[in-house]
Structures are given as C-alpha cells and as structure tokens.
C-alpha cells in the first residue's frame, strides 16, 4: 500500500490556521489506500525567540526524511529582518536544492481583479531557487558609520541556470501554447544576463515546438498589467522571479490565491510547498485568513507525488467553490466547502 | 539677459521624433528675453554602426559644458545588448554623478488604465541613480562553457544612499501629504537593505513631519495595482526603481506619457531629462509616437532650471490637452497643440 511522509511546518501568523485546511483538503483529497503521516515542525518566531533557534541541524536531517514539506508563513514582525528569512525559509530552498521555484497564475472566475476587463491569465513563472542575489553572498564594511559601503552578489552558473531553463522548456511543451519567456535585465546586468541568454538559447534548440520570447524585467511588469495574456510560461531569475510572481498573485485575485512550490526535480531532497503569502499577523485569529492558496499548494504538492487525479479534483473544486463563494465566509468555512467538494 | 544651453541626444528610432516636439514645446514655453542655444549630438545606434563609438572622451567634455541635456532615447536590436546602455545611457548618468533619478506619475483624466476604477494615481519614485546593481561590477569565467559562473555586484555605499534619501525626504517634506516609503528587500539582501533602512530612519529624524513606510519590492508591486493612491514619494535602490517606474508608467496611461530626470543636484554636471520609454523602432517613423513623455521631461527641465511657473504652464498644457485628445493625431500635431497651448 502507498504512503506519504509529510512533514508540516505550519508557523507563524495565519500559517497555523491555512494549514489546517490544507491539511483537511489533502485527506480528502487522497484515496483510501494511501497512508498519510504527518510529522509537524514547530518552527518560526515563537521558537526563536523561546530559544534563538531558527533550524537545527537535527531538523535539518530529519526533515529529509519525508517525501515532501507543506508550510504555512513564517515571519512575524518583532523578529529582527532576515533572521527567519535567511534562517530558515531559504535555508530550506538552499539545502534542499530547491531550484525550481513554481508559481502558477491563473485568474479564476469570480475573483477580484485590480485589472480591468479581466483579461485571460494562466501562466506559470518558474523562477530560479538556489542561485542570483539570493545567496547571501556580500558583506558591510565600516557598518553603521558615514563611510559603510554594502554589497549584494548575484552568484549565476552555467550548471545552475541550464537544469531551472530546461525544467521550464518542459513545462513549456507540456501545454497547450508551447510559449516560454525568459525575463531578464540582459542590457544592463550583462554578465548574468548574457549567461542566461545564451543557455536559453542553447536549451531552445532542443525544443523547436516551443516558441520563444525576451523581455526586460522592467518591460515584463508592463505587460503583466496591460497583456497578461500574453504569458505562457516565464522562466526568471530568483530575484525577478521574487517581484513578478507578487505582481502576478495582485492580477489574479491577489495573494489569497497564490501558490507555490519549491521543487527539487531530482527527488534527491523533499520538495516544499507554500502559499506565496507571508504570515500576516495582523489577521491572525480572526478567521479572516484565505486558505485558498495554501490548498491550491497542496495541489501542486500532489502533483508532484504523482497524484495527478488528485490534484485536479482540488483546482476544480477551488474553481467552483469561488463562483460560489460567499466573502463572509470563515478560514474554516472555506477549509470545509473545498474539502466536501473534493471528496463528494 | 538670460540664456539655456541645452545639448540635446535624439538618439535612435523615435527619440528623433519626440525630441523635436520636446523642442518646439520648450521655444514655446519660454519667456521671450530667455535666450535658447541647443548643440545637438549624434550618439546611438547608427553612429556605433558607422564608428565603433558610443561617447568619446571630448564628446563627455564637451557635453559638461551645458547647463542640461534632452536625450530622446536610445537603442537598437541591431546593437548588442549592453553596448549602448552600458556604454552611453549609463555612462552618462555615472559620468555625470546624476545620483536622483526622478520619475513623476501621474494618473491623467481620459487616459487609459490597466487598472479598473481608475484610482487617484500622483506620486514621485526618486530612484538612486549610479550605485546598487548598475555599477557594472561583476564578471564571468569560463564564459560560454558548462562551468562558467557569472556574477554582479550591487555597491551599496553609506554616501550614495544619504544624499538620495535626504533628496527624497525634502521632496516629500515639499508636497502636501508629507508621505515617504522606503522599498528594498532587506529580509533577503540584508547587508544593502539595513544600509538603506538605518540611513533612512536616521535621515527621517530630521523631518518629523514626514510620515514613513517600509515595504518590500515584491509588496510594493502589488499596491501599485490594487493600491497606488497610499503612495506619495517613494526612494529606491536603482534596479528597484527601474522596475518599480515602468510598472508605475503602465498603471499611469503607459510609457507614452513618463517622463524622468537624472539629476544632479549639486549642479556640478549638467543634469539629463528624458523619457522612460526605449527607441521603438517598430513605429519610429509612423508618426504614431506619443510625445508627451518627453514634453513632460521638458517640464521637469524646466523645473530643475529654475523655470518652475513654465514647467507648471507645461504640465496644464498636457493635463487639458489629454482630455481633449483624438487617439489619431500625430507626434508633430500632439507637440503642435501643446506648444499652441503652451504659449497661448
Ligand atoms: C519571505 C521571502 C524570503 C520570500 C522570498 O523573497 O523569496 C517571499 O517573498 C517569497 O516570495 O516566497
Ligand atoms: C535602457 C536601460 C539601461 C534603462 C535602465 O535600466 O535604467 C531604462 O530601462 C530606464 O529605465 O531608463
């Protein structure tokens, strides 16, 4: 019979509460055959503060342990900036090779958009997880004083930048329109820039079905608000990837909605799943918290198990259930309707 | 008597076009005893073609020797990308310590928004305009093989980042609502990002009656379009404001009507107005170039030169010419009714 190890961080702010339901969504979701055990992380502020801890080693290994990572939000704004950030949400992506970081953008009906015309959206960005300005390479010198000077390094490699490029051209090909955009800012950052021109280039060649496309970063928001539709699938550096895929939750009904997975295509490590959204802790409590994106994770956390069936059934009960949805509805509620959708 | 001398850099594609009518809208604008001479240079694709060069030394000598500079835009796919960002656009705004990269936006009547219910859309990115990622510091080994890593460092310094920030706290100081956000992402580069947030709340203290924010890049992307009203000047690091201006230009009636300075405040080198848009090869020659933006840039020329009641005449003009405009008229008839506005 089939199993899953999973490991449930759910931390701070809403992060207890949306996982809950995503909880509730995935054992409904699942066939009767398969065993789910859950194994849950008490990680986050609270911790840290309690102890100073943001990951131990220990945890580190243990978490290996499992065939995937469902988390909540971490944060909470009375720890230091950075400190869980760099500690122990990126030091997940990092140690566990995250490099593919999806994130899919789809604009469901009946949703708010700040868009007029609610133009056609269904794109998926996959954007880089291990490498960029994300490996907290730099330093200050002469800190605090007149004369500090403070650097950020972009670190890209070949190695790095061809399987996250290659995972996207896949994707690419596996759907309908077959379109990949690179996004990049090639004319001024041109050393990482032309590195990752080059190999998508290079990569292309393999796909001749997919159509190509090159745009600036600054140029990408532009049209992420006046021609969504115009996406397919975008593969992007950790940083663009960071600012666009904001952009693309507020175009599609906002951040309630947006999930996201940390992939490591390899197996070699667990993959994480994650709403996009942070901890919000000033509506922690209330029942005021979307579960929705953490639900819409735990589709992409199927998924990539190899529960396709499953994962579906979930985004076409979160389809449905938001035509029908009633905003006065509780975390809870919401937790509940998607769950009796999906097992009925 | 008075006088301006005015270089001015048409450059490529449509820049020729809009600098003309950013021309004729300035002759009219100005009080007659004031008297205009303008040197013209050639720079940009075609003379890279013709020459090799981008900007010679005595062409940044002779540049020095004028009180502002009007550049239309620059840019040709024909030319390698970086070659003319890295080798003219940028080398003009280091060369030229224009360290206030100003962006004005402005949501216009009868203009187009992405955005439904058109919200109330007026403020100011002061973007920093020669440090962080466009230092052009970074390299790449082993270049074009399967082990080559390529970096870029963004150069943070305690100097750079207090003038811009004090910059933008007087401009916010200056305008009614008194309000200024910081956007970084210091949870992730946090050795740049506390460098800009200690700098920015140890300036603050200087300006109590100025109302501060914090926000990521990635949050702030999406209040630009759920809620850009909260914003009233915002400062951020280069690449930031980079992205963080177009988007602001797409939710603000498009590229067509942003205009920006590069400023150097200390007036020890001739500041640069500009639009935010790129050469656009495909309509150059069309007539369908908006030349507002650069009409607009005109303004803050205007401004910056002390002409503040001709900059003010100039941006009425463009304010009553909008809600009148005919989506058919031509570059050379929308700096017709302009200048006709202008000097009426
Ligand atoms: C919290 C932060 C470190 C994180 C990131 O920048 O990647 C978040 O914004 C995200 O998008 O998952
Ligand atoms: C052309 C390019 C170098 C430039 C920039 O990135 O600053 C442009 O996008 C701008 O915003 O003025």
Redesign the pocket.
């Known amino acids: 019979s089939r199993s899953i190890r999973l490991a449930v961080i759910p931390g701070d702010g809403i992060g207890q509460e949306v996982v809950a339901q995503g909880l509730k969504v995935l054992g409904a979701a699942l066939p009767q055959d398969v065993k789910l055990e859950t194994k849950s992380y008490d990680l986050g502020a609270r911790r840290w503060h309690a102890t100073g801890e943001t990951l131990t080693d220990a945890e580190l290994e243990s978490l290996k342990d499992h065939d995937a990572i469902l988390l909540g939000a971490i944060g909470d704004p009375s720890v230091p900036s950075g400190v869980l950030e760099r500690g122990l949400l990126l030091k997940l992506r990092f140690a566990f090779d995250h490099y593919v970081n999806l994130r899919p953008s789809k604009l469901f009906p009946n949703t708010t958009t700040p868009l007029a015309g609610r133009p056609d959206i269904d794109f998926v960005v996959v954007r880089e997880g291990t490498e960029g300005p994300y490996v907290g390479n730099g330093g200050s010198l002469r800190t605090g004083t007149p004369a500090e000077v403070a650097t950020e390094v972009s670190l890209n490699t070949a190695y790095g930048v061809e399987r996250v490029v290659r995972d996207a051209y896949e994707r690419a090909n596996s759907r309908p329109r077959k379109k990949l955009t690179l996004v990049h800012?090639n004319?001024?950052l041109v050393h990482a820039g032309h590195l990752w021109k080059n190999i998508f280039d290079k990569v292309g060649a393999e796909y001749p079905d997919v159509t190509t496309d090159y745009l600036?970063v600054?140029a990408a928001t532009i049209f992420f608000v006046t021609q969504p539709e115009r996406f397919d699938v975008i593969v992007t550096d950790n940083l663009f990837g960071d600012i666009l895929t904001d952009l693309a939750a507020a175009v599609t009904g906002g951040i309630g909605l947006a999930a996201s997975g940390n992939i490591n295509p390899s197996g070699a490590f667990p993959s994480m799943f994650e709403p996009v959204h942070g901890s919000a802790p000033d509506i922690a409590g209330t029942g005021k918290a979307d579960p929705t994106a953490t639900i819409l994770s735990v589709a992409l956390l199927l998924q990539h198990l190899g529960y396709a069936d499953e994962a579906a059934r979930i985004e076409a009960a979160v389809a449905e259930d938001l035509t029908e949805r009633d905003a006065a509805r509780t975390t809870d509620e919401i937790g509940d309707a998607l769950a009796a959708r999906v097992s009925g």
Chains 1, 2 share one sequence.
């Open positions: 800012k004319n001024v600036h600054d």
